[in-house]
């Protein structure tokens, strides 16, 4: 975790120091896949910052701190909608091309790239998993103990965004990503339960993964050096 966060420290850093022309503090919404809707932890969202290759391409950074509601678990033996992980903490850095169409007080940018994120903190939703535990065995009760392994994660995205110029060095912006990206998450552990009669399974999933895909929309404030 400490190196992750050092990572996306000296990224972002690294922006900062260059000649950003313009920086971003967004607040982001995340809707993802099988998951309960998520939002960022203000103020700890700073997005857009990097630098303009020429007047049409830029390369662009930032990090945003998300407190998750629930992500689901995939590469499991069964198969849910339900999220089977959260809440927790997530650090999500993008790095990404921009390419920006200007108009006279417009500006229309389509972006794609990667990112990496971290979840922290991190518990299992019981309730959701035991509940399809319990399907799955074909049960009329169920209960699970299990055990994780955390990772950091990877994707890549792409999306659009729309800035309104109120002034030359202000704008708003609008912006909607999709994300599409996963962390390994081995589970292990035990689950008791049954019918008539009650019985433990033993389980190793070692190819789990969190699933961090769906959609995220943003509502930002510019602020430009041009």
Do not use: C
Request: without cysteine.
């Amino acid at each position: 975790m400490k190196k992750f966060i050092l990572i996306a420290l000296s990224v972002v850093g690294m922006a900062l120091t260059t000649t950003a022309q313009e920086v971003g503090l967004s607040f982001s919404y995340f809707i993802p896949r099988n998951g309960y809707f998520s939002t960022p932890i203000s103020p700890f969202s700073i997005r857009g910052l990097g630098v303009n290759l020429n007047k049409y391409i830029a390369l662009e950074t930032g990090a945003s701190l998300y407190r998750m509601s629930g992500l689901n678990i995939m590469d499991l033996p069964f198969e849910t909608k339900d999220a089977l992980l959260g809440p927790n903490f997530t650090l999500f850095v993008p790095a990404e091309l921009v390419i920006q169409l200007h108009g006279k007080n417009v500006e229309f940018d389509i972006k794609g790239g990667g990112f990496a994120f971290y979840g922290f903190d991190n518990k299992m939703n019981y309730g959701n998993l035991d509940r399809t535990i319990r399907q799955y065995e074909n049960w009329s009760v169920a209960n699970s103990n299990v055990k994780f392994e955390n990772n950091p994660g990877f994707g890549y995205h792409f999306g659009a965004e729309f800035t309104f110029y109120v002034t030359r060095q202000f704008g708003i912006s609008l912006e909607t990503n999709y994300l599409m990206g996963h962390a390994k998450f081995p589970l292990s552990g035990s689950y008791i339960g049954g019918n008539t009669s009650i019985e433990t399974v033993e389980f190793e999933y070692p190819d789990a993964k969190v699933d961090f895909t769906g959609f995220e929309f943003s509502i930002g404030l510019i602020f430009s050096s041009k």
